[in-house]
């Protein structure tokens, strides 16, 4: 999949990691506090350490980016080091952690809108599916549609690339669909995952299969109305 990196909201650049399984806008962000300015020798350190993660993770190096960025937030605990601490959560696939990472950025930060693009590729890929939280954050995006439209691109492309029965990727794939309100199409994927055994799926197979239902009642009822 691709992460986008997204560098003062300036420019974007298209990074490949095949192990992971989510379109991530990461919006790494280095200070914008002039060493030489910064009078505060704990405010130094929390910046040298967010700049340093930044660089080792473009390098590849998530476990020393995720130290840096842990220490960047216990110094100083500001929306841009939580938002990078969560990137590099989300890489070692620990989705808990990113979640709070990025949750909490937004409580600093509330119309980050790659702090919710992040939290609702968090809430889709983790192990417990929510794709109902997934959607509450990407309308906080301005572009949901669009962001919407690159986590179902992105899951297609590594299903047609890896196994096809692949029960996660399936699964996933369902749950973006499901947040997106592609019910049909949901309701293939999470039977298709439950028939190769994620068994959490039966849940979201009744669900999907009620708004289903709903919309046709709805459907039939404005037609008899007419």
């Not at 919407?148 to 996933?172: G, R, V, Y």
């Amino acid at each position: 999949m691709y992460l986008y990196c997204v560098y003062g909201g300036v420019s974007s650049v298209e990074t490949n990691y095949s192990s992971f399984r989510a379109k991530i806008s990461s919006g790494w962000a280095t200070s914008t506090t002039n060493h030489s300015s910064t009078s505060d020798p704990a405010e130094a350190e929390a910046v040298q350490c967010l700049e340093c993660g930044t660089q080792k993770l473009e390098e590849g190096d998530v476990q020393a980016a995720k130290a840096l960025y842990k220490r960047s937030v216990e110094i100083r605990r500001n929306a841009s080091s939580l938002f990078n601490l969560g990137v590099t959560h989300y890489h070692l696939k620990e989705f808990d952690e990113a979640i709070a990472s990025w949750k909490e950025s937004i409580a600093l930060q509330p119309t980050s809108p790659d702090a919710h693009t992040n939290l609702a590729s968090a809430y889709i890929i983790s192990p417990v599916s929510r794709p109902d939280l997934a959607l509450h954050h990407l309308k906080h995006v301005k572009y949901r549609f669009i962001v919407s439209q690159q986590l179902i691109k992105s899951h297609n492309s590594i299903a047609a690339s890896l196994s096809p029965d692949d029960p996660e990727i399936a699964f996933n794939l369902a749950a973006v669909l499901e947040a997106t309100g592609r019910l049909e199409e949901a309701l293939v994927h999470y039977k298709r995952s439950e028939e190769h055994g994620v068994e959490r799926a039966a849940m979201h197979i009744r669900n999907v299969s009620a708004k289903i239902l709903g919309q046709k009642a709805k459907k039939v009822e404005g037609t008899s109305e007419a």
